[in-house]
């Protein structure tokens, strides 16, 4: 089935693009610098670049230039990056797509594969404050297929990519455990290793008619606010049939969720006001789930039920 992330929010920027952003001009075309299209205006980290087209043959393999190299800490697979972009194509003048002005930075997890495999790569091992170029070959960014009309089919892309900031993402919350007393709710795994956490429904047991959101391990960090993205690691299940329809634990993975783009109710509104280093039970009634439609093996009117780890803040 489609992920759950892709399910809650809106659908990444780097795996669903649109156009926008400004033209460059004719005069930057045939400007080249260390085997990839030069940078013509906004060199500085921070500044909103311009690119100029690229001339001759574009490379096969990934190709990763270091504009400015910053002081922070290397990421590392797993870290949640919060980068500003500008993406081209190759033969193209302008772009594609930025988050450069937009006031806020795109988060994306290294090596998640959230995004595409050229990302990933190229990002994974470079420090915090850095500025890269990246041209990164068809086969690893969105091959044969393309995405909408700005990136047309084996396209070779190039971006722009500052790394504003990085943030190491624990294994597994680890507040203090709360007593699970009410046996009309499923009970929740209390291990901090990481691995899969177990969700337990009862059985005979009525779910529900409202949302519940209760401490399984209260941590001690902020409190989570409607406005923040938060970095979730997740066991769900339906309450009918006891059984897991997605687990980042089965993954090793976290998923980043801007809360103000949560589409379903319940979850966002689980979450907001507890604490960041927590695990939470959320059991979502239909209402404030999928209500009536349907989301693949998902059935229509389910109840939802989650183990949820908010593991950070961004």
Excluded at 221 to 250: I, L, P
Aim: proline share 6%; aromatic share 6%; net charge neutral.
């Amino acid at each position: 089935m489609r992920r759950l992330a892709g399910l809650l929010v809106v659908p990444l920027l780097l795996l669903s693009t649109a156009a926008c952003g400004d033209s460059g001009s004719d005069s930057d075309s045939a400007q080249m610098k260390n085997g990839a299209p030069a940078i013509t205006k906004g060199a500085k980290f921070g500044e909103t670049p311009t690119l100029s087209k690229g001339t001759g043959t574009p490379p096969k393999e990934l190709k990763v230039v270091t504009i400015s190299e910053g002081d922070g800490p290397a990421l590392k697979k797993g870290d949640v990056a919060q980068v500003n972009y500008l993406g081209q194509v190759w033969d193209g003048k302008e772009p594609f797509d930025q988050s450069f002005g937009k006031g806020k930075p795109f988060d994306v997890t290294i090596g998640a594969g959230q995004v595409i495999k050229g990302w990933d790569q190229g990002l994974e091992g470079k420090k915090v404050g850095s500025r890269l170029e990246l041209v990164i070959p068809p086969d690893l960014g969105y091959g044969e297929q393309g995405s909408g009309e700005k990136i047309k089919a084996n396209a070779t892309l190039v971006f722009v990519v500052d790394i504003v900031k990085g943030t190491a993402i624990p294994a597994s919350a680890q507040g203090k455990a709360v007593p699970q007393e009410d046996k009309n709710l499923p009970t929740v795994g209390t291990n901090t290793d990481g691995k899969e956490v177990s969700v337990a429904v009862p059985k005979d047991a009525t779910p529900p008619a409202k949302l519940v959101s209760n401490y399984v391990l209260e941590g001690d960090g902020a409190v989570v606010k409607d406005t923040d993205s938060v970095v979730v690691k997740f066991n769900g299940k339906t309450w009918k049939d006891d059984k897991t329809f997605e687990s980042t634990y089965s993954t090793g993975q976290s998923v980043t969720w801007p809360l103000a783009e949560l589409s379903v109710k319940g979850l966002k509104e689980g979450i907001v006001g507890k604490k960041a280093g927590s695990r939470i039970l959320l059991v979502i009634p239909p209402d404030q789930g999928f209500g009536d439609k349907e989301q693949g093996t998902i059935p229509a009117n389910s109840t939802l039920v989650f183990s949820l780890d908010v593991v950070a803040v961004m």
